[in-house]
T-cell receptor, first 116, second 115 residues
Framework: DQQVKQNSPSLSVQEGRISILNCDYT??????FLWYKKYPAEGPTFLIS?????DKNEDGRFTVFLNKSAKHLSLHIVPSQPGDSAVYFC???????????????FGRGTQLTVWP | KAGVTQTPRYLIKTRGQQVTLSCSPI?????VSWYQQTPGQGLQFLFE???????NKGNFPGRFSGRQFSNSRSEMNVSTLELGDSALYLC??????????????FGPGTRLTVL
């Protein structure tokens, strides 16, 4: 049961343009969302996160938007650079009975390719 | 601060053997989680440890087990290896102060190949 879905397995964008990676979720108990970037044979690297009480979080070229009513979040990268080429994972976490459980639920990932 | 470290980085075993993987969390982090990544299933949660106790467990058979030591270092063990256990095993640590914004940081992973 995939509670976090990334429906686009790949995305190709020209350098300097905007990259938009999308993620949908089904569990309304998710309260914290994270994006990770992953290169082959390496562990995921934390990129940016957003709490469910916010609808936008920005960090340099990276912005994450959260639409709770639609159960949708997106990661915007502006401007895109060739070094951004990697697999991007969306992840979500549940807050249960006032405590945060450590488990992350991951999407299947989107391969972003930024070409010159 | 040093990141999450995992040893060994690569491992080749044969079916029926058992294997132990090790994870050292970021200094001061108290929670350690383990994930399995395969091409077909993506990143699947195995279990989470906090203060030497398993706090959360994913849907994996009992052949997969783990533990955490008093210094927060963790090990996971897979017994009676099967071909399907071939995967990248990732460890993640977090401070876990109870805040909803606590973030998990991943190690480089251990690539396990079962022949």
């Amino acid at each position: 049961d995939q509670q976090v879905k990334q429906n686009s397995p790949s995305l190709s964008v020209q350098e300097g343009r905007i990259s938009i990676l999308n993620c949908d979720y089904t569990n309304s108990m998710f309260d914290y969302f994270l994006w990770y970037k992953k290169y082959p044979a390496e562990g995921p690297t934390f990129l940016i996160s957003i709490s469910s009480i916010k609808d936008k979080n920005e960090d340099g070229r990276f912005t994450v938007f959260l639409n709770k009513s639609a159960k949708h979040l997106s990661l915007h990268i502006v401007p895109s650079q060739p070094g951004d080429s990697a697999v991007y994972f969306c992840a979500a976490r549940i807050r249960f009975r006032g405590s945060t459980l450590g488990r992350l639920y991951f999407g299947r990932g989107t391969q972003l390719t930024v070409w010159p | 601060k040093a990141g999450v470290t995992q040893t060994p980085r690569y491992l080749i075993k044969t079916r029926g053997q058992q294997v132990t993987l090790s994870c050292s969390p970021i200094s001061g982090h108290r929670s350690v989680s383990w994930y399995q990544q395969t091409p077909g299933q993506g990143l699947q949660f195995l279990f989470e440890y906090f203060s030497e106790t398993q706090r959360n467990k994913g849907n994996f058979p009992g052949r997969f087990s783990g533990r955490q030591f008093s210094n927060s270092r963790s090990e996971m063990n897979v017994s009676t290896l099967e071909l399907g256990d071939s995967a990248l095993y990732l460890c993640a640590s977090s401070y876990d102060q109870g805040a909803s914004t606590d973030t998990q940081y991943f190690g480089p992973g251990t690539r396990l190949t079962v022949l």
